[in-house]
């Protein structure tokens, strides 16, 4: 069993077992109240997966490319893991709320509170669309492993440069 402290940490975000947590009920409003949301934004901006040119993909459908998928794969299911964790979290704070049939968007008054439900909504997208960026470099890499056999044979794939 892996121990708490070898886990990546984000700031604001606890990794910690239910068992070592008083039990308590606390009255939080906000996702801010849980979660640094400038800390979570400039973490979605560091760990947004780069895109793959051609060149990169056909790197991976060579032999010599083999040895890095695992460590594509391993990196992604470790992002999606974490990610699909945060977003499970954000969505029990917007359960007290509708989302969908709040006057905030109607409303064109300006208020403190409008800015921070802004902001969360902002946040709760932008981690929800990494978590898709991560599937989708993940289904491409399961692609690149599908073809790898049937194009084993070509010799212009096999050629280096």
């Not at 892996?2 to 008083?22: A, L, M």
């Not at 509708?98 to 509170?113: A, G, H």
Request: charged share 30%; proline share 2%; with cysteine.
């Amino acid at each position: 069993m892996r121990s708490i402290n070898y886990r990546k940490k984000i700031h604001g975000i606890s990794f910690q077992h239910r068992s070592s947590q008083p039990i308590y009920k606390k009255k939080k409003t906000f996702l801010s109240d849980y979660f640094d949301l400038e800390e979570l934004a400039y973490q979605i901006e560091i760990e947004t997966p780069k895109s793959m040119r051609s060149s990169d993909i056909h790197y991976l459908l060579c032999d010599h490319g083999r040895n890095e998928i695992n460590t594509f794969v391993s990196e992604c299911v470790d992002s999606i893991s974490k990610w699909t964790g945060i977003i499970k979290t954000m969505e029990r704070c917007f359960l007290k709320e509708n989302i969908l049939q709040t006057d905030l968007f109607f409303e064109e008054k300006f208020s403190d509170e409008n800015i921070y439900k802004h902001k969360e909504l902002e946040i709760f997208l932008s981690t929800k669309s990494l978590v898709l960026l991560w599937r989708h470099r993940l289904a491409i890499i399961e692609m690149i492993v599908e073809a790898q056999g049937s194009l084993r044979n070509f010799p212009y794939i096999n050629k280096q440069k």
